[in-house]
């Protein structure tokens, strides 16, 4: 039996990733999130079940984080953001616990003259920041959007950034386009070149699990491991134009459009924040 860790169990990403691999028998989940009653309430199979151990915490418990990826053949890195802030941090600070946390665990095997393998981690990036990707999108959408998200997508960039710099870390930047609420799963094809303008979480999921497996589209039966490492990947979903664009109203006044009065109206921002509408 393989163990992959799932990192932010409770958000949109994390929690497709849980239900689609706890399907399956021949996978044990470390699954680590930060509320123990969101944790029941979002992924409530994981709390009797023989194929899941939970770690509860902040990310910022190094011990705990070794503890989580300990054994693990693949990391699932979801932590994340989706409104922006001025000079966010968290995408850096989640890459950064996980170095630490491998560090520990080479340096543990090293110092017991045991062989270990570093576990394949596969960190949520954005098509946004890729120049081949974000030449799909029409240019004055992505314009807005990026500038809008500015130091939401700069955090992410610096956190691939970051992890590059540890070659002995097998790493992989899925790049979705806009990530929409629809419930449907459509099945998901990988791709260096391109991507669907919108994809739902649960082809998102299923897209980082083929990643890792080495494969390059649902239904593939044989995959490579080593087909995507190192690579940034778009992801495309085969529902195309059946993609709903569920929440995406919301998700507009929510994350893009207080990002664009941060970039440009910061006060603006301040006077919204402090009065909770964001």
């Known amino acids: 039996m393989i163990t992959y860790a799932i990192l932010g169990a409770t958000g949109s990403t994390g929690s497709e990733l ?18 123990q009653s969101r944790l029941d309430s979002i992924c409530p199979e994981s709390r009797n079940s023989s194929h899941v151990t939970r770690y509860i915490g902040d990310m910022n418990d190094t ?21 922006t802030e001025p000079n966010c ?11 630490k946390a491998l560090e520990v665990l080479r340096d543990e095997s090293k110092g017991n003259g045991q062989r270990w393998k570093c576990p394949t981690v596969v960190y949520i990036s954005s098509s946004t920041i890729n120049d081949k990707l974000n030449a ?7 314009t807005f959007i990026h500038t809008s998200l500015y130091d939401l997508y ?5 956190a691939q950034k970051y992890l590059r710099m540890f070659p002995w870390i097998p790493v992989i930047f899925p790049q979705p386009g806009a990530i929409v609420q629809d419930p ?13 303008m919108r994809i739902g979480y649960t082809d998102v999921a299923e897209g980082m699990i083929l990643l890792v497996e080495g494969k390059e589209c649902s239904g593939d039966t044989v995959g490579d491991p080593e087909k995507w490492i190192g690579k940034e990947v778009g992801l495309v979903s085969l529902g195309g134009e059946q993609v709903a664009w569920t929440g995406f109203p919301s998700n507009l006044f929510k994350n893009i459009l207080p990002g664009f009065l941060c970039t440009f109206l910061p006060s603006v921002w301040r006077l919204g924040r402090k009065a909770g509408l964001w």
């Open 18 to 35: 849980f239900k689609l691999l706890h399907k399956r028998n021949d996978v044990h989940l470390n699954i680590y999130a930060r509320s």
């Open 63 to 83: 011990h705990l984080l070794v503890e989580c990826l300990r054994g693990t053949s693949a990391v699932f890195a979801t932590v994340a953001q989706n409104n």
């Open 89 to 99: 941090s968290l995408a850096v600070r989640s890459a950064q616990q996980i170095v």
């Open 136 to 142: 799909l999108f029409p240019p004055l959408v992505y």
């Open 154 to 158: 700069e955090d992410i960039s610096n």
């Open 184 to 196: 449907k799963s459509y099945g998901v094809r990988l791709s260096e070149t391109n991507i669907s």
